[in-house]
């Protein structure tokens, strides 16, 4: 006789996939923005690394175990304080965007990197699961895909500004370091949108079902509690049977 565990809520699966809904938003606004400046560069920011906070904190409590909650929890303040920084209208200028951004993803992908890192030597070395392996290396992944965009807005100079001239539209344009830091940063949302939700909606092996001994049976409230004598007596049953 076996017996299936428990179903959770709610599952790795769900917080990837919540992660990929806040970067894809994130990524369409910078798209169809005609507008790349730090203002909105940040508030677009603000607004996907609050929610991603809000969604890693709630992860830690709901998804993960007791003993594997520190990174979780550790992202989630990283990636909460990084949003409210943000949101700090007098902080929103060209500098105050490289700064918090750069900082954000070093700091966030670094974390994630050897949280993934030392996830996929423990799932190894004790030969885990296969959901444990994929958990763990989506997160290497991510991380490392973080720390390239603080790497890549680091060779951005910030007072960069590059003017040129379209003759059919018979107008010039001026391209600055903050517009290609903001699609750097959509770029990167866009990227990890569709990561996430490849890894949120890809299938998994269930978890394997534990079999109880055949002599550990559930009670019958009608015929009491199970005895040595009434064990016996159902064993013999079921061989005269």
Request: charged share 15%; glycine share 8%.
């Amino acid at each position: 006789m076996t017996k299936a565990p428990a179903d959770r809520t709610l599952d790795v699966r769900h917080v990837q996939l919540a992660r990929a809904a806040v970067a894809a938003i994130a990524a369409v606004m910078v798209t169809f923005s005609p507008d790349h400046s730090a203002a909105v560069g940040l508030s677009i920011f603000s607004g996907f690394a609050f929610l991603g906070g809000i969604v890693l904190l709630l992860a830690a409590w709901q998804v993960y175990p007791a003993g594997g909650r520190s990174a979780t929890v550790t992202l989630g303040v990283l990636f909460a304080a990084a949003g409210m920084a943000a949101s700090v209208a007098q902080l929103r200028t060209v500098t105050m965007f490289f700064v918090i951004v750069i900082a954000w993803a070093l700091t966030t992908g670094l974390v994630e990197t050897v949280a993934g890192a030392r996830g996929l030597r423990a799932a190894r070395r004790a030969q885990g699961r296969d959901a444990a392996r994929s958990e763990s290396r989506d997160a290497l992944t991510v991380g490392i895909l973080t720390l390239v965009l603080g790497l890549a807005l680091l060779l951005v100079p910030t007072q960069y500004a590059l003017k040129y001239t379209i003759d059919e539209a018979n107008a010039t344009f001026t391209l600055t370091g903050i517009i290609i830091g903001v699609g750097v940063f959509g770029g990167y949302a866009a990227i990890l949108a569709v990561y996430l939700a490849i890894a949120g909606f890809s299938p998994r092996k269930p978890a394997p079902v534990t079999p109880q001994p055949p002599d550990r049976v559930a009670a019958d409230p009608a015929s009491g509690p199970i005895t040595p004598a009434s064990r016996a007596a159902a064993t013999d049953e079921r061989s005269q049977r």
